[in-house]
Nanobody, 127 residues
Framework: EVDLVESGGGFVQAGGSLRLSCAAA?????????IGWFRQVPGKEREGISY????????WYADSVKGRFTISSDHAENKVTLQMNRLKPEDTAVYYC???????????????????WGQGSQVTVSS
């Protein structure tokens, strides 16, 4: 079990950058989990945008963010960050980090694979 605490997010103009962080609280470790990032806008389903294995050897990005967003793990600080560059107004959403456990035949693009979630961080991109 792990408690996830998000930080970062905020308001930025189109073309700008923001960084989101996801840390393990209460002495937990992210090393045992796949960490995913999702986003959600009102009235729509939660969208998977990126995930990474704890080693960072396997990463995945949705086409909508590929080439602009980068997920990375900081084992020393026990956190995972999502660097978001060249932001667009359509990136505006509440962003969530999530932790999932590896098992056979997973689909880590789906929120159903994750049992632990951060509190959500608002990202607003103005045009």
């Amino acid at each position: 079990e792990v408690d996830l605490v998000e930080s970062g997010g905020g308001f930025v103009q189109a073309g700008g950058s923001l960084r989101l962080s996801c840390a393990a609280a209460s002495g937990g470790s992210l090393d045992d989990y796949i960490i995913g990032w999702f986003r959600q806008v009102p009235g729509k389903e939660r969208e998977g945008i990126s995930y990474s294995t704890n080693s960072g050897e396997i990463t995945w990005y949705a086409d909508s963010v590929k080439g602009r967003f980068t997920i990375s793990s900081d084992h020393a600080e026990n956190k995972v960050t999502l660097q978001m560059n060249r932001l667009k107004p359509e990136d505006t959403a509440v962003y969530y980090c999530a932790a999932g456990v590896v098992h056979s035949d997973p689909d880590f693009t789906s929120p159903d694979e994750y049992g632990y979630w951060g509190q959500g961080s608002q990202v607003t991109v103005s045009s």
